[in-house]
């Protein structure tokens, strides 16, 4: 059974940082693709980053140069530094995971959901 599972949100001030840290369960490597995604408050989840199993990236224009997503040797946690950060950058993170040979940013395509993390920019 595939489980992820978020932490490390918070409250912040403008400019500050956050690192948010998803364990991931249950998942075979092959063709894994993990993903963060933001929900803004009264807003549709938005892809942020994600991270490919041949290890490529890639992010979203909003985060570009401030956000950075990388995993653990064991790939087994996925990390998402916060640096910079905005009050738009506040609402729900989630790490969510797909198994096609191919990778994206869009939320349609991603199966596997954490529970989410709350992050709070204030200025």
């Known amino acids: 059974q595939i489980q992820l599972s978020e932490s490390g949100g918070g409250s912040v001030q403008v400019g500050g940082t956050l690192r948010l840290s998803c364990i991931v369960s249950?998942?075979?490597?092959?063709?894994?693709?993990l993903g963060w995604f933001h929900q803004a408050p009264g807003k549709g989840r938005e892809g942020v980053a994600r991270?490919?199993?041949?290890?490529?990236?890639s992010y979203a224009d909003s985060v570009k140069g401030r956000f950075i997503v990388s995993q653990d040797n064991a790939r087994n946690t996925l990390y998402l530094e916060m640096n910079s950060l905005k009050p738009e950058d506040t609402g729900m993170y989630y790490c969510?995971?797909?198994?096609?040979?191919?990778?994206?940013?869009?939320?349609?395509?991603?199966?596997?959901w954490g529970q989410g993390t709350q992050v709070t920019v204030s200025s």
């Open positions: 969510a995971a797909k198994f096609e040979w191919w990778s994206s940013l869009s939320p349609d395509e991603y199966k596997y």
């Open positions: 249950g998942a075979a490597e092959k063709n894994r693709c």
């Open positions: 991270l490919a199993s041949d290890g490529s990236t």
